[in-house]
């Protein structure tokens, strides 16, 4: 089934064609979200459909492009050439690592073009960007040639720019420019590594396996560790890690509801997608030499955003910052350079876009409904909105990784895979997880439960609208199921994770 | 050689300028005078197709010629396509622009002669036909920029452009006189090896040295490097603004083929007297032209400012001094004309339907007009050089040459050209991003709409598709840069 079919590429065009008929649809402007909405199903659909035919463990005889070494092994591969003088060739493929990503892309898409059913603000663009961010980050996921990779990974940025800069808060104008340029000179980073890669290898490809081939002889250790330096650099940024997260909070604070869930659902995945597709296998010696940074960053990034939300007057603030917190644990997976670590760090990825989309979602219904997200201002509202106070809480569990649900099984291998690596200094990442249950638990005592809130005018709020309960419940049931049987989600990664450690080829891997 | 092959060689020049002569006297013959623009394009779209045709089609094959003054070969076919495109927009962006200004037939003969001393540059092969280009391209241009001669702006813009670029003439004059009194030759090619027995401590040295400042200097004023670049914003705002476009666009361009003549041919062989000055100058040209642009309240001004620094990224070509370099300087050459003459359109556009040229009247503009707003983000986005768009591709080319030749032993610090491009790239997205946040994200005075003229609408198409679609299929576009370079000088690969 699927054979022959180019159906990623069918699957990335989706969006793609919708974005441009939602462009031009001149005065029937208001049609734009059954559009937006249809072309997004279908391409969940379809990738639904690929996940589905997609061989857990595949071996020479399974479709797709085998290398024969263990080392690439790719489903659903295209192949074409694009620029031949360069060795640019447009090459897609998946793997158990970017398939989940894959899914969560299409999925979360989806969900936030249902979730922005009621915006009147100039709806064609909204839901022509929305698209064309789907066509980019699903560009990104499912790319194999680092020229292309580049391209669909600026292609991001610019929808989102203008997302957070016209639907945004008050402060937008700030907060568009911040995201643009900070991350834009973080790509850049990326694009001089990019560069010093292609030539190093001297193979006049662009293809991430011929570069990986090429490197095993030509990339000296010094090489590595300064060129690994600004992959690091590219891809942190967009994780984000401390220091480099500054960004985030004011491009999430600022952007529209929807726009906040596909940054940190899709957006911040890119990073981690990088460090573990392109960074790690690619440069091993350098990422072994500069192991105890990305942990001591990881580390750090986990307890700073944990502690940076205890301080936070805000919800969406809040939830900004435990993304940072989250992210860490994808980072400090990795660093383990075990097959359990990366395994962690990518259901970890996944978590978190299922977790944090319910979180942003419940933010902008809080919004929606009592007009500020302070949390001081609010109290009570589980008596007007109980529904919604319900899926805030399951929320926030999620996030607080409550056994059973997704995030518990994603930290609780991140932790094992680190004892078994650094042993006790497990102690220090563990901490966060009190903190976690502190700031969350917090949080939604002073801002659902208690006595209702005096300070804003609560007669007319109701609970959630359809539109913004459907994507809600779906998220929350996905929790709930990968949360009883990870291995749903673990069949898929572990094999995967077993390449990145074969390409690493560092004694001590799985 | 047969007069045949004479003919070739500079039958471009010959049709631009039969037509120039004969462009003041149609002025008499016709009451609409955008058909003078239409006659204008009929010599520049020939050519081009012609052009066309043989370097990416390959449908004929130029033989070979070379006189002793002029060449053909696909290098200079190159350039001369990118001049004859930048005519199309300009000529395309100027009747309803100009459409009340007297002397319409001489402001098309100028541009066309403006572009026939651009192809003779591109052409040239020797040290004096190369001046007589410029001066050709030279003198026209001063004339446009005064087109407006009652407008108090364009007539000091004309003067000052005319001080600074005979100053700038003098200087690459004497500096041609001293070559010819050091090898006794002013044909480029032959001056190489003379320089390469010069022996250390000799007289001719310091000669050498003399000629090689003064020569910076003297093109450094045609392309506008830091610091011989204080007339282009104030020349570029003065004049009609498609000649802006052309100035920004073509001209610079050409002092960028005279540069790489002489010094990548005719001084090669002294590389390590100038390399290390040019590059320092590409990376402070650059940086400054991107500093000041972004406090410019002016659009014609800040493109100005962003232009000095494209021609910073364009200098990283000279020091790093491969093919590949080259084909990168090439390459940017060419999207650097789409990109900033179809921003300069845009601008012309909003001047003709009376919005204004400050950046403070791109508020809003999505509401007035929706195709100047997208075809400006596009153009921008690509000076910016974000992909998918031709300016991305053109500055990785260019970059990644001394990414490539800073792994040669001794060439380590070319690494730093592309690190200081990279960042000014970053840094201009500032200026950049501000206007596109004006007009989409603020509120203009006026939601009016209006329709901009059709012919400046077909010339900002043009340069829109050009800039999209070289963005998307870069491949034939780097292979015929690669060809040009490999024709142009017998340099070091420099990739691969």
């Not at chain 1, 070494?69 to 003088?85: M, N, R, S």
């Not at chain 1, 922005?116 to 909204?126: N, Q």
């Not at chain 2, 003041?24 to 020939?46: E, G, I, Q, S």
């Not at chain 2, 339907?353 to 100047?372: Q, T, Y």
Request: charged share 10%; aromatic share 14%.
């Amino acid at each position: 089934m699927l054979e022959g079919v180019p159906i990623i590429s069918i699957i990335i065009l989706m969006p793609l064609i919708g974005a441009l008929i939602t462009f031009g649809l001149g005065r029937y402007g208001r049609y734009a979200r059954y559009v937006a909405l249809a072309f997004s199903l279908v391409a969940l659909v379809l990738s639904a459909l690929v996940a589905f035919v997609f061989v857990v463990e595949p071996d020479s005889s399974s479709p797709g492009y085998h290398d024969g070494g263990g080392f690439f092994d790719y489903q659903f591969y295209e192949e074409h050439t694009w620029i031949e003088a360069l060795g640019i060739r447009y090459i897609v493929g998946l793997d158990g690592i970017s398939l989940p990503l894959f899914v969560l892309t299409t999925l979360l898409s989806t969900l936030s073009i249902v979730f922005s059913w009621d915006t009147k603000l100039r709806p064609k663009e909204y839901f022509g960007l929305m698209l064309v961010l789907e066509v980019g980050v699903l560009g990104v996921f499912t790319t194999l040639d680092y020229f292309v990779f580049y391209v669909f990974w600026e292609v991001v940025l610019i929808p989102m720019y203008f997302m957070i800069g016209v639907w945004g808060g008050p402060n937008k104008d700030y907060a568009a420019i911040k995201f643009f340029i900070y991350t834009h000179i973080a790509s850049l980073a990326l694009l001089i590594a990019i560069m010093a890669m292609y030539f190093q290898a001297g193979a006049n490809s662009f293809g991430m396996e011929d570069i990986w081939r090429a490197g095993q002889t030509e990339f000296a250790r010094m090489f590595q560790i300064g060129v690994f330096a600004a992959a690091f650099f590219g891809f942190g940024v967009k994780l984000p890690m401390v220091p480099f997260h500054t960004w985030l909070p004011d491009a999430h604070v600022e952007a529209p509801t929807a726009g906040s869930v596909l940054l940190a659902g899709l957006l911040l995945k890119m990073g981690g997608y990088g460090i573990i597709r392109v960074a790690i296998p690619t440069l091993p010696l350098g990422a072994d030499a500069l192991q105890l940074v990305m942990a001591v960053i990881a580390i750090a990034s986990i307890l700073y955003g944990a502690m940076l939300c205890l301080a936070q007057k805000d919800l969406k603030k809040l939830v900004a910052y435990s993304s940072i917190s989250h992210m860490g644990f994808v980072l400090l997976g990795y660093a383990t350079f075990t097959q359990l670590g990366v395994t962690a760090g990518v259901f970890q990825m996944f978590a978190h876009g299922l977790v944090t989309a319910v979180l942003f979602m419940m933010c902008g219904v809080v919004q929606h409904h009592c007009g500020t997200r302070i949390i001081q201002s609010l109290g009570g509202l589980s008596k007007k909105m109980p529904s919604a106070a319900t899926m805030l809480t399951i929320g926030f569990l999620a996030s607080l990784g409550l056994p059973g649900l997704v995030s518990f099984a994603a930290e609780f291998m991140v932790f094992v895979s680190m004892y078994e690596t650094w042993g006790l200094w497990l102690l220090l990442p563990i901490l966060s997880v009190a903190i976690t249950a502190g700031y969350y638990l917090w949080a939604l005592q002073r801002s659902m439960f208690g006595p209702l809130t005096k300070e804003i005018d609560t007669s007319d709020v109701h609970d959630i609208d359809w539109f913004e309960g459907v994507p809600v419940v779906v998220l929350i049931a996905l929790i709930a199921i990968f949360g009883v049987f990870p291995l749903l989600l673990f069949q898929y990664i572990d094999p995967a994770a077993v390449t990145v450690i074969n390409l690493l080829g560092l004694p001590g891997g799985g | 050689m047969s007069a045949v092959s004479y003919l070739e060689t500079f039958l471009p020049q010959l049709v631009l300028v039969l037509f120039a002569l004969v462009m003041p006297a149609l002025d008499y013959v016709f009451k609409d005078k955008r058909a003078l623009a239409w006659v204008a394009m009929a010599p520049l779209t020939a050519l081009a197709a012609a052009l066309i045709s043989w370097l990416f089609l390959g449908w004929w094959e130029m033989p070979v010629s070379r006189l002793q003054l002029l060449e053909v070969n696909v290098f200079t076919g190159l350039f001369t396509l990118v001049f004859l495109f930048v005519g199309i927009v300009v000529v395309l962006g100027s009747p309803e622009f100009i459409l009340k200004d007297r002397n319409q037939g001489e402001y098309y003969s100028l541009i066309l002669l403006a572009i026939t001393g651009m192809t003779v540059v591109a052409q040239a092969t020797d040290l004096i036909v190369l001046f007589v280009g410029l001066e050709i391209a030279g003198i026209s241009s001063f004339a446009l920029s005064g087109f407006r001669k009652r407008e108090k702006r364009s007539a000091e813009a004309a003067t000052k452009y005319f001080i600074v670029g005979g100053f700038s003439s003098a200087l690459t004059l004497f500096a041609i006189s001293l070559l010819y009194g050091v090898a006794g030759t002013t044909e480029i090619i032959a001056i190489q090896p003379v320089f390469a027995g010069v022996p250390a401590g000799s007289d001719a040295g310091p000669i050498l040295i003399l000629a090689t400042v003064l020569l910076m200097a003297g093109l450094g004023f045609k392309v506008a490097m830091v610091p011989f670049h204080m007339w282009a914003p104030d020349v570029y705002e003065g004049a009609p603004t498609p000649i802006s476009g052309l100035l920004a666009a073509a001209s610079k361009k050409m002092g960028f083929a005279a540069l790489f003549k002489i010094f990548l041919i005719g001084l090669i062989v002294t590389k390590t007297d100038w390399q290390v000055a040019i590059g320092a100058l590409a990376i402070i040209t650059m940086t400054v032209g991107n500093l000041i642009a972004v406090s410019q309240t002016s659009i014609k001004r800040m493109l100005a400012y962003s232009s000095i620094a494209q021609a910073g990224y364009l200098l990283i070509a000279l020091p790093v001094a491969t093919q590949y370099a080259v084909a990168g300087g090439l390459f940017h050459v060419l999207t650097h004309a789409f990109m900033k003459s179809g921003a300069f359109m845009v601008v012309a556009a909003m001047g003709a339907v009376a919005i204004g040229e400050k950046l403070d009247d791109f508020k809003g503009l999505n509401r007035r007009s929706p195709f100047l707003a997208i075809a400006m983000t596009l153009f921008l986005l690509s000076l910016a050089g974000i992909p998918p768009l031709a300016g991305f591709a053109s500055k990785f080319v260019l970059f990644s040459s001394a990414v490539y030749w800073s792994f040669e032993p001794g060439e380590g610090w070319l690494i730093w050209l592309a690190i200081a491009g990279v960042l000014n790239s970053a840094l201009s997205l500032y200026y950049y991003a501000r206007v596109i946040k004006y007009m989409y994200m603020v509120k203009g005075v006026s939601e009016e709409k209006v329709r901009p003229p059709p012919m400046l609408v077909v010339s900002v198409v043009f340069a829109v598709v050009m800039v999209v679609g070289i963005g998307l299929f870069p491949g034939p576009f780097v292979d015929a840069c690669i060809a040009a370079a490999e024709r142009f000088a017998d340099l070091p690969l420099g990739w691969r």
